[in-house]
């Protein structure tokens, strides 16, 4: 997406508060705000964060109106003495501040309070850059801020607070963009989700695909063993770019082969309920070291209960004899950690709970248990059915305790899907 | 924090990747590099985000470049076409991309295959800005790159794969700094958590201490009904520093008072654990709504097998009465989602698994399933201990699925806890 072309649907963000640069809170609008404008065939060019100093602030609008025709901010619209969006705007542009008597009508309307009770934290907020339009805010107290520049650029100001920023971009500047941006171009993204397989084989086989300036963008990212590509299409309506999408779509299912597992909105977790459901088939977990992570990251998804019979935690060994019936004898001579214990805690699960599918995780997660034969992050896998018990052994190596428990809980999800194919 | 004073403590940060930018992720590591760099003395002035045009990236690292010295980027360092990080530095700084032997050596050695059978995707990671220095990856495949520019500036590359990231910053990143960026003044940052009570009531209580431009400076935040108050300290030494802290902290402590549970690094889960293990108590779980979410967030925490003895999670039924021995008249006359049905379960689970606190959650997470006098939001708790079983109830409303799952987690957590003061 080069911010050369089709400048006059590019935006730029901008995120305004020390707390975000210090870190302590993570910004969420910015990628909210992203999806939102896509499918009105706006796209984001770039996006910045700046902490409470009016000199960064002004630099930034100044930077962000030089590269694109739409400027949309949070934060720093409301009553303290570190927020400083009007002023900063005010001073980018080129205007002076104005009293909006509107804006306190809206507060003292929205606080239930006679306008004279207003405090002065509150007037400041009725200080606006001069001829900027006021948005109504619904959902908290500082007025949502729309200025339109000489030379035909947009300044939308928003609060930062998550809620009433969605409020205002809904109801307010969607709307406004809708009239006033009608979309000359329709984009289209499509995702393809694959489990397992590297990133950088599957970066060999869609090769030509990747190539920049090609329609659609194809790109790919890797997060805890699932590959993603990712396609952008544009076209002049939506169905042009669906129709550029068709054959890409194909030809990228072709290349996730053997780790395909969906597209959309699909995720591993997802996929294996759905094909679970399909067959009306019910899994049990006996989990060790994922201590749980395997079944709540299946119950994230909304109906889970029907294929989720029951799971069991067995850290001690005493637990796996009692909840999953794992023979002590096995225990000695094999170890919690073996494929012996891993078959006879997925045989005993299933048989204690009725599941159609019995699945169980051990190994060891660290930091601490690791030994020359049986390192930090070695994990065994049980699956079993009518027809037998499998056993499967993985090694997550140079991971910390939690990298190998979302991967051992990832690959056991992954067992389950593959089971029900 | 002006960009004016202090600049060669000043850092810029750049996210870079057309995932970002459309919104498909969160970008979660621009707060942890802030957060991990500001005990050092240095701080982020800026941070942007760009997609995969090169010369946006390009832009980018000269716009950085020109205000801070310390430029610290993540994204882009990947096998694909459109990973092109490297080369944008490169162009930026004005040198050729050369081909680094050693990154090839270090692939082949974390692949455990050899040189030979790299892909040329695999090479493409090898080419670096010239003269740059690698920093090992101990995390994946993509080297950390350190370039130092004529005018003593210093750029770090890192992949976005947060765990990678954190792996190259902890390791190879911050311990150069602070080779080379002997702190000026000390920053010293200092964190105290609640849980439970509302951010609003804390504010109130510690208003005085809130005023801009006091040392310390402190803010709140919440997250998952953690509250916690962050009190940045500067001083000309860290003595210095942590002198000014310490009246403070008295006086958070006390506003924190019934919810106080802990400073620093610790969280809900691990206060919990300290608190358990401090007995030499143990705990089992029985989980309906939560689904493994709350022993999987207890195992998070290191050495969480010696207290955590054994979980069941029991959606169905049958499930709460084979596991548990939760009487099929109590759910006929109470339902699943009651005290009374709690109340068995954590009897129930502890008695089976011989641990010294039972707790059982049952709840309504949605989006199905709620009723006019059972609403989706509506879990009860059971707490088991030798001295009897008491049951508790909470309604949290406004919440999807997983917001639910979370929140009705976390008040188990703490139940626990505060069953061991």
Chains 1, 2 share one sequence.
């Not at 008597?101 to 200080?127: C, D, H």
């Not at 770019?241 to 996730?256: E, G, M, N, S, Y």
């Amino acid at each position: 997406m080069s911010t050369e072309q089709l400048s006059r649907t590019h935006v730029s963000l901008l995120s305004i508060g020390d707390e975000l640069l210090l870190g302590e809170i993570t910004d969420t609008n910015m990628p909210w705000i992203s999806r939102t404008l896509l499918p009105l065939g706006l796209t984001v060019c770039g996006s910045e964060t700046v902490g409470d100093e009016i000199s960064d602030i002004v630099a930034a609008f100044q930077r962000a109106l030089a590269r694109s025709a739409i400027v949309i901010a949070t934060g720093g619209l409301g009553p303290t003495d570190d927020d400083l969006t009007n002023e900063a705007v005010a001073r980018a542009v080129g205007v002076e501040l104005e009293f909006y008597e509107e804006v306190m009508e809206q507060m003292a309307t929205r606080l239930k309070r006679p306008i004279s009770s207003l405090s002065g934290s509150n007037r400041k907020q009725a200080n606006l850059p001069k001829g900027a339009r006021v948005m109504k805010n619904d959902w908290g107290t500082a007025p949502g801020v729309h200025f339109s520049t000489n030379d035909g650029k947009h300044i939308f100001l928003m609060p930062g607070v998550p809620r009433e920023m969605k409020g205002l971009l809904q109801e307010r500047i969607v709307p406004w963009l809708k009239e006033h941006y009608p979309a000359r171009q329709s984009i289209v993204v499509h995702s393809l989700h694959a489990f397992g397989v590297g990133e950088s084989l599957i970066g060999e086989r869609i090769k030509p695909l990747m190539q920049t300036g090609q329609n659609p963008n194809v790109g790919t990212r890797v997060n805890n063993m699932t590959v993603t590509v990712r396609l952008v299409a544009t076209g002049e309506s939506e169905a042009q770019a669906r129709a550029v999408l068709t054959p890409v779509i194909a030809q990228v299912r072709d290349a996730l082969r053997e780790g395909y597992f969906g597209e959309g909105d699909i995720t591993l977790a997802s996929a294996t309920l759905a094909a679970l459901n399909a067959k009306n088939w019910t899994v049990a977990c006996a989990e060790s070291c994922t201590a749980g992570l395997l079944t709540s990251t299946l119950a994230e998804i909304p109906g889970a209960s029907a294929a989720l019979l029951e799971s069991v935690v067995v850290y001690s060994n005493e637990a796996k004899t009692k909840l999953c019936g794992v023979k002590p004898e096995t225990l000695k001579a094999h170890g919690a950690v073996s494929a012996e214990t891993a078959a006879e805690l997925a045989v005993g699960i299933r048989e204690r709970s009725g599941a159609t599918i019995g699945v169980s995780v051990t190994g060891i997660a660290g930091p601490d248990g690791g030994t020359p034969t049986k390192p930090v992050g070695l994990v065994f896998y049980g699956v079993a059915t009518e027809r037998g018990v499998k056993t499967f052994e993985r090694m997550f190596a140079g991971m910390d305790r939690n990298g190998v428990r979302e991967r051992a809980s990832s690959v056991a999800i992954d067992l389950i899907r593959r089971e029900c194919q």
